[in-house]
Nanobody, 116 residues
Framework: QVQLVESGGGLAQPGGSLRLSCAASGRLFSISTMGWYRQAPGKQRELVAAITSRSSTNYADSAKGRFTVSRDNAKNTVYLQMNSLKPEDSAVYYC??????????WGQGTQVTVSS
């Protein structure tokens, strides 16, 4: 069973930065696509950024140019560097590990609040 543990969330000022980390257990990490999603109150969960096993990346339009997703397969960890944060980035951020529809795992989420 895969476990994903997010960390790095918290309070940031507008224009500030945060770095989220997601540590994964198990043997599937290096061959899985890792994604960061977020869900704000009253809204649907949405993809923020994803990185494939070959390190190809994909970003939501709202994240392009501000956020960077990366992975360290030696540490079974995926990161989301968030710069130039805006209040509308406030949400619970979730880590996802996807290998196939039967091997699709979620973390418990970490709160990001952007406020002055």
């Amino acid at each position: 069973q895969v476990q994903l543990v997010e960390s790095g969330g918290g309070l940031a000022q507008p224009g500030g930065s945060l770095r989220l980390s997601c540590a994964a257990s198990g043997r599937l990490f290096s061959i899985s696509t890792m994604g960061w999603y977020r869900q704000a109150p009253g809204k649907q969960r949405e993809l923020v950024a994803a990185i494939t096993s070959r390190s190809s990346t994909n970003y939501a339009d709202s994240a392009k140019g501000r956020f960077t997703v990366s992975r360290d397969n030696a540490k079974n960890t995926v990161y989301l560097q968030m710069n130039s944060l805006k209040p509308e980035d406030s949400a619970v951020y979730y880590c996802n590990q996807y290998y196939n529809h039967n091997l699709d795992y979620w973390g418990q989420g970490t709160q990001v609040t952007v406020s002055s």
